[in-house]
């Protein structure tokens, strides 16, 4: 059973950093698109950043600059440096993995971790 642990949310003051983890099991996880998105209350979930196969980087433009998504294969884990964070950054984050394979998408979900910037 494919899954997807996220961990590394928490509270944390304006400008400060938190570093959120997603190690995925069951999956040939070089092969997948990995990727953040983040939900806050009565918001639709929104992209943060993904990152291809090949270490192709896309960002969401709120968080250009400020967070950086990386992963390492060796360890089934795509990470997201969240630096200068901002109240607005506060939402539930959530790891995905997507793949699409012989006209086939395979798309997973973690549970997700909450983030909290506030004073």
């Known amino acids: 059973q494919v899954q997807l642990v996220e961990s590394g949310g928490g509270v944390v003051q304006p400008g400060g950093s938190l570093r959120l983890s997603c190690t995925a099991s069951?999956?040939?996880?070089?092969?997948?698109?990995m990727g953040w998105y983040r939900q806050a209350p009565g918001k639709q979930r929104e992209l943060v950043a993904t990152?291809?196969?090949?270490?192709?980087?896309n960002y969401a433009d709120s968080v250009k600059g400020r967070f950086t998504i990386s992963r390492d294969n060796a360890k089934n884990t795509v990470y997201l440096q969240m630096n200068t964070l901002k109240p607005e950054d506060t939402a539930v984050y959530f790891c995905?993995?997507?793949?699409?394979?012989?006209?086939?998408?395979?798309?997973?979900w973690g549970q997700g971790t909450q983030v909290t910037v506030s004073s």
């Open positions: 069951e999956i040939t996880f070089s092969s997948y698109t």
């Open positions: 990152i291809a196969s090949g270490d192709f980087t």
């Open positions: 995905n993995a997507v793949r699409s394979i012989l006209g086939l998408r395979y798309n997973y």
